[in-house]
Nanobody
Framework: QVQLVESGGGSVESGGSLRLSCVTS????????MGWFRQAPGKQREGVAV???????TVADSVKGRFTISRDNDKNMLYLQMNNLKPEDTAMYYC??????????????????WGQGTQVTVSS
């Protein structure tokens, strides 16, 4: 059974940084495309950044230049480095995976496996 568990969320002031981590169990992630998504209260879940099995990344315009996605296949880990955080980044952040390893899309419905989320709160 594939399980994803996020960690690293918290509360920071505007301009601060956080690093989210996601560990996967039940499979090896090397063949998967992986991504980070977020959902703010009252809003739809949206893609933040994804990385496919070739290491090619796609980053949403709203976070480009501030967020970096990376993966360590040997450790079955996915990361999201978030710098210069803004209040509008406040949301629950989710890790997700798809066996369509070549995917570079941020489409929510393209991903089959999801973690439970980690909360990020940015105060002004």
């Amino acid at each position: 059974q594939v399980q994803l568990v996020e960690s690293g969320g918290g509360s920071v002031e505007s301009g601060g940084s956080l690093r989210l981590s996601c560990v996967t169990s039940g499979t090896t992630i090397s063949r998967y495309a992986m991504g980070w998504f977020r959902q703010a209260p009252g809003k739809q879940r949206e893609g933040v950044a994804v990385i496919n099995n070739a290491g090619i990344t796609t980053v949403a315009d709203s976070v480009k230049g501030r967020f970096t996605i990376s993966r360590d296949n040997d450790k079955n880990m996915l990361y999201l480095q978030m710098n210069n955080l803004k209040p509008e980044d406040t949301a629950m952040y989710y890790c997700a995976a798809t066996t369509n390893g070549f995917y570079r899309t941020c489409g929510v419905y393209d991903y089959s496996y999801w973690g439970q989320g980690t909360q990020v709160t940015v105060s002004s």
